[in-house]
């Protein structure tokens, strides 16, 4: 079970302009991921360790608010779509969406899925932009999903974008802080990590949807790295074409997208 990486709350206290109950909303919706996008104000106590009492005021101000919204015939909470509506400016202040998208949409036609971007948000990654092949099967919500790093294609992708310091102090934080996962994914990684050096992107079958099967590739910029997931249903696929055919699409897209920013200023 993810554990939110909050601040030590010793070093809360003595940072006075600290403001101890924004910290914790913000908390609460980090709980919510793709593995659990609905939870009920008991899981999100025992995620978070705060008490029950104090979770259900958050869970209710942040509904009023628009950040979560209740379940229909349930006592539990989703994201709501104030969450996607802070995205959006960060979104389209960022040049990198604009020039990739087109391209996005090309390659999820072809594959008859679903094209992302994704960014690091602690030792997670959350989507930024998706693009679908059926407008129908994909909604605006799934911008702002989260996925482990230690456990997802585009997590593995994200790690293998960086130098060894920066992988091996990521990779300490997500053993601390999700020993559970660590203990269950951390050979897997090593192996896409592997994998990634001899093909150039990773590759998962299945994870949180055993019918979807993803490739991811990094892209390393100036002030940032951002990895791009394809994502197809199993049913969709010939064999091999993962590998052999989408794989490569993805790499091609992303050394395309890499050379538009480092040729155009004004497009990074």
Known sequence: MDTPDTPDAAAEDKDRQFATSLARGLDVLRC???RQPVLGNGEIAEITGLYKSTVSRLTYTLTQLGYLRKVADSA????GPAVVSLAYPLVASIQIYRVAVPQMREL???ARGWVSIGVRERTNIVYMETVSFDAQALSKRDIGL???IISSAIGHAYLAALDEGERTKLLNQIRLKTPQDWTRYSQGAADALAEFAHRGFCLRRGGYNPDVHTVAVPLRLQDETVVFNCAVPARSLSPGQLEMDIGLRLVELVRSVHER????PEAA
């Open 261 to 264: 920013l480092s040729s155009d």
């Open 76 to 79: 539990k909470y989703e994201l």
């Open 146 to 148: 989260t996925f482990p």
């Open 32 to 34: 919510f991921s793709a």
């Open 108 to 110: 999820a036609d072809y």
